[in-house]
């Protein structure tokens, strides 16, 4: 058994006045974990940066249980490929090979 860490880089927001203004927004963004050797969708989901429908909190959460419903409710179970499938291949940094950028140009 082996195990790996990898990393994403992406745009979760486009305010007018940005370092890199050409950079549109990742978001929603979709994460599948990919076995090879089975060439399987193992699972995935959908993270939203703020609330899916859109709403907007006011004030800071209460508590703990609060605060992990707001995480809670910025993941959604699908939205992910499913059975299997060949993924295109990403071509890595050479200075962070565990990194997927998803700013810089393909």
Known sequence: VSEAVAGVRYRAWEPPHALHPTIGSHAPLTCEVWDA???RS???CTYHVAHPGGRSYTT???NAHEAE????ARFEPFGLTGGV???SPAAPHPDFPHTLDLRRPH
């Open 42 to 44: 193992l699972g995935g």
């Open 37 to 39: 050797a089975t060439r």
């Open 85 to 87: 499938f060949d993924p």
């Open 60 to 62: 800071f959460p209460v």
């Open 69 to 72: 419903g707001r995480r809670l």
